[in-house]
């Protein structure tokens, strides 16, 4: 899932965040994106390559709601020689209090990389990854915490790493938005097999983004983002996928 400027954007135009998001009760709304690079958590999920990704959601009145994001991918076949496996899909459910200017959401998560997996050796975990994430925003700031409870992105022995998100951004006028991320992730644990710590795969990723409201619920974003991730770590077929990256995104919100 990209991280999104999407809650600091909306809070940064006219009435509260509790007028807005009563807009959206009752009914399934989200958005369809079109993005010359999908980049997730500081990382290029599409290796470079453009990609397309569709959210859902659904808001109760009552406070629960539930979601599905899916997401075109490129990044598995190249870990997992001889894998077909295209899309990313991120299924979730969990509940939401807005009151004024503030939002805080909590919800359980479900990121599944659907497809064939070819047999690899040594043997090694799917990707797929069980999550509880938190999230407070106000006004313009943000904080959001994924906390895997299972297996982290194949990892072995990873249970317990975490992804913390801190956001901030500003409206300028109606139709403007620069928003700023600042994100750690931090493995636990240590592989069974060589007893190396995962953490050596932590870093810290950083994204900046301007957003220009357009007509009919278009938005237009230019996004750059870059970590502090060993290259090493995160080169594949040659191409950094946690380097520093540039991506236009097209986004049409229902």
């Not at 899916?70 to 990313?88: L, M, P, Q, R």
């Not at 600042?182 to 240590?190: D, M």
Request: proline share 5%; charged share 15%; net charge positive.
């Amino acid at each position: 899932m990209r991280t999104a400027l999407a809650f600091a954007a909306v809070c940064a135009f006219g009435s509260s965040a509790a007028a807005r998001a009563a807009s959206d009760l009752d009914r399934p709304s989200g958005y369809v994106a079109l993005m010359s690079n999908y980049v997730g958590r500081g990382l290029s999920q599409s290796v470079g390559n453009p990609s397309v990704q569709i959210e859902v959601n659904y808001y109760d009145s009552s406070g629960w709601y539930a979601g599905l994001d899916v997401t075109t991918i490129n990044w598995v076949d190249k870990v997992y020689a001889g894998s077909s496996v295209h899309f990313e899909l991120d299924a979730y459910a969990g509940y939401r209090w807005i009151s004024g200017d503030w939002m805080v959401r909590g919800y359980a998560m479900r990121v599944e990389f659907p497809g064939h997996y070819a047999p690899q050796n040594p043997p090694a975990q799917e990707p797929n990854t069980n999550e509880l994430v938190g999230f407070v925003g106000w006004r313009g700031l943000s904080a959001k915490l994924n906390y895997s409870v299972s297996d982290s992105y194949g990892t072995p022995n990873s249970k317990g790493s975490y992804y913390f998100d801190l956001g901030a951004g500003r409206g300028f006028g109606e139709k403007w938005y620069l928003g700023a991320h600042v994100a750690r992730k931090q493995p636990r644990g240590r592989n069974p097999q060589t007893g190396v710590p995962n953490d050596r795969t932590a870093y810290t990723a950083y994204k900046i983004g301007l957003t220009r409201a357009l007509p009919r619920d278009f938005a237009l974003s230019l996004e750059q983002t870059w970590t502090t991730a060993e290259p090493e770590l995160y080169t594949l077929n040659g191409y950094r996928v946690a380097g520093s990256h540039f991506a236009v995104v097209v986004q049409k919100n229902f």
